[in-house]
């Protein structure tokens, strides 16, 4: 048995390791950033850092989360943190985590984003890893917009040095 948080993507109730997760909060503004992937909504501020938005839903070859959408859970990926928008949170509890079914079809970019399913009250969730969302050629948006780290900012990237 292994602890999961459970939320809502795109309508949809997904499990996600909590060993994946920083913290669940409620961003505040969100500064674009230029130069990004499309999934990056941008920049936002949380507890004296900064961190990059990802907007799940573009993330996964669907339609963009509203952009009234503040609820986020708080990933760090290589020394990064990142803000994965979901549409709400449900529960935290033990599950028994099960592979995929190779016969199992899923579209757009769950199938690549999914790592495995969980059984809640006889239905299935698709168990999200949570760098699988991450788009793979984005540098932190931070480091794009040229935000260099401050003893505020733990974990951001310098931008690129001069070589």
Do not use: N
């Not at 602890?3 to 909060?25: E, H, M, P, R, W």
């Not at 529960?91 to 199938?111: C, H, N, V, Y």
């Amino acid at each position: 048995m292994h602890l999961f948080l459970i939320a809502y993507v795109a309508g949809k109730g997904v499990a996600i390791d909590a060993d994946q997760v920083d913290s669940v909060v409620d961003i505040g503004d969100v500064v674009a950033v230029p130069r990004v992937e499309p999934a990056v909504r941008g920049l936002a501020a949380l507890r004296s850092r900064v961190v990059t938005v990802i907007d799940t839903g573009i993330a996964l070859g669907l339609d963009p989360t509203p952009a009234t959408a503040r609820r986020a859970v708080i990933t760090q990926q290589d020394g990064h943190f990142y803000a994965i928008l979901v549409d709400a949170l449900d529960d935290i509890a033990l599950f028994e985590r099960q592979p995929l079914s190779t016969g199992l079809a899923l579209r757009q970019g769950w199938a690549r984003a999914g790592s495995g399913l969980v059984v809640r009250d006889g239905e299935p969730l698709l168990v999200l890893d949570l760098a699988r969302l991450i788009p793979a050629s984005t540098a932190p948006a931070a480091q794009v917009a040229g935000i260099a780290p401050t003893a505020q900012a733990p974990g951001i990237a310098p931008a690129a040095q001069a070589a």
